[in-house]
């Protein structure tokens, strides 16, 4: 009788242990951190259009910083939602207008969907793979040196991406991420522009055209990333 209480015992609390540690691993927030990079969008229209007053311009290197939370899904699925920031700048000068700096800024919300392979985990290192969308809250504005600015342009867009990247785990609770980033999408983006009409006596007119500009590109970077377990 007592061994088999004892064994009743022994039971139930290996139960409870196996239910403890799928506990930890079903929705349960698994970490935080800040990631930092280069983000490189194809910009075609601005960089290659006849039309864009840009084509020729110096761009800047396009640095992203974004904050992040890790959510485990089950097991080695985890679910990352992340807010950032990124700029790209071009300069140029152009007659009447003077020095002229378009800001291009974007504000991403994104969902990313990653599993860690951790049968291919070799030490402290575990390869990753994901898929994500994301919403992009992008601003174009003008800055000229010898006319006022005008007002800048909002709007929103969608992206979508693939990545990969090895999660370096200093720690039980510290890591440093490397990771690679592909995005695909465009905005759409409004511009008023000259026509002249092969008539000589009819005056050229004003009309409203829309571009869109790609945003597909790289990214790369790093994170820097705190673990709950």
């Known amino acids: 009788m007592i061994t088999a209480v004892l064994v009743l015992v022994a039971f139930s609390e290996g139960l409870q242990a196996q239910g403890d540690v799928?506990?930890?691993?079903v929705f349960k927030i698994r970490g935080f951190g800040l990631s930092m990079g280069v983000y490189n969008p194809g910009l075609d229209y601005?960089?290659?259009?006849?039309?864009?007053?840009?084509?020729?311009a110096d761009y800047t290197t396009n640095i992203f910083a974004s904050g992040f939370v890790e959510l485990t899904i089950i097991n080695d699925f985890v679910a990352k939602l992340s807010i950032g920031y990124w700029q790209t700048r071009a300069e140029t000068r152009i007659p009447k207008y003077g020095k002229t700096t378009m800001?291009?800024?974007?504000?991403?919300?994104?969902?990313?969907l990653i599993y860690y392979i951790?049968?291919?985990?070799?030490?402290?290192?575990t390869p990753y793979l994901g898929v994500g969308g994301e919403?992009?809250?992008?601003?174009?504005?003008?800055?000229?040196?010898?006319?006022?600015?005008?007002?800048p342009v909002n709007g929103t867009t969608g992206l979508i991406s693939g990545l990969?990247?090895?999660?370096?785990?200093?720690?039980?609770?510290?890591?440093?991420?490397?990771?690679a980033e592909y995005k695909s999408g465009s905005y759409?983006?409004?511009?008023?522009?000259?026509v002249s009409n092969p008539d000589p006596?009819?005056?050229?007119?004003?009309?409203e055209f829309d571009e869109d500009i790609s945003l597909t590109g790289p990214k790369f970077g790093f994170s820097l990333k705190y673990l709950f377990k």
């Open 118 to 125: 951790s049968p291919a985990k070799v030490a402290f290192i």
């Open 46 to 56: 601005w960089k290659n259009d006849s039309n864009s007053v840009f084509r020729d």
């Open 164 to 179: 990969a990247g090895l999660q370096l785990k200093l720690s039980k609770q510290f890591s440093i991420d490397l990771f």
């Open 22 to 25: 799928k506990e930890s691993q």
């Open 201 to 207: 006596d009819i005056p050229s007119y004003e009309a």
């Open 188 to 194: 759409q983006q409004s511009f008023i522009r000259e």
């Open 103 to 112: 800001m291009l800024t974007g504000n991403p919300v994104s969902l990313d």
């Open 135 to 151: 919403l992009l809250f992008i601003q174009y504005g003008l800055d000229f040196e010898d006319k006022d600015n005008p007002d």
